[in-house]
């Protein structure tokens, strides 16, 4: 005799696990946000850590125009670095975990560094938030 689940039984057990479901995806839908938040964060502090070292061996930031480029291939426009270091600061420009390239403008006494959070543009709520190397 064959023996198997009856139609309820597999209902009972469909309808718990479709329960179990709606009660734990809230939270790990929200989890990936604040995940993507962290990573943008520790993006941005390696990124100001080869930003001090390029200031240490150069005199001074890379300028706006070049960018975080500057960290990964030695500048060709001007001001070229003194000194600059021949394995450069960093593998490769990250972007950030949204897909997006981090912002840096150069100032005169340093820079802004920052992400424009997931939708890619200035400001923003929430997720959209944007997040500035200043702040942390």
């Known amino acids: 005799m064959r023996r198997g689940f009856t139609l309820l039984e597999v209902m009972v057990v469909m309808f718990i696990v479709g329960l179990l479901a709606t009660l734990v995806a809230p939270s790990i839908v929200g989890r990936a946000d604040d995940a993507r ?4 964060i520790a993006d941005m502090k390696g990124i100001e850590q080869a930003l001090n070292l390029y200031r240490l061996d150069s005199g001074g930031y890379p300028t706006t125009e070049q960018g975080l480029e500057a960290l990964v291939h030695r500048p060709e426009r001007p001001p070229v ?6 394995n450069g600061y960093l593998e490769r420009v990250p972007l950030d975990p949204w897909g997006h390239a981090y912002v840096y403008l150069a100032a005169d006494s340093g820079y802004t560094l920052r992400s424009l959070g997931a939708d890619g543009v200035e400001g923003g709520d929430g997720t959209f938030a944007d997040l500035d190397s200043r702040d942390f």
């Open 37 to 40: 938040r962290t990573k943008a």
């Open 81 to 86: 670095p003194r000194a600059w270091n021949p």
